[in-house]
């Protein structure tokens, strides 16, 4: 049978996005909805005397920021989540 490489690999990514959200609808919505008011584009100012280092740099250091706000978010929705359940039985 044939294996298309590009068919796997968004297979790949759709498994992994699922798993980081619980495999729960209402957190993937959420979270595509909260991506959709920050899009993660790279803006390049290519007028002279702009780097494009410089604006990948800044990019990576607000990407940082933000994939320290999300772990703890992600700390707290799973803590709520066990909370819910040990209430529950």
């Not at 990514?13 to 790279?42: F, G």
């Not at 066990?82 to 039985?89: E, G, L, P, S, W």
Request: proline residues 3%.
């Amino acid at each position: 049978m044939y294996k298309d490489e590009i068919i796997t690999e968004v297979w790949r990514i759709r498994d992994e996005y699922a798993a980081e959200n619980h495999h729960d609808l209402k957190e993937m919505v959420a979270d595509l909805e909260k991506r959709q008011l920050h899009p993660h584009s790279i803006l390049v100012d290519r007028r002279p005397g702009h780097s494009p280092e410089g604006a990948a740099e800044a990019n990576n250091l607000k990407h940082q920021a933000k994939g320290k706000a999300e772990a703890s978010e992600t700390r707290t929705r799973r803590h709520r989540k066990t909370k819910a359940k040990a209430a529950r039985r």
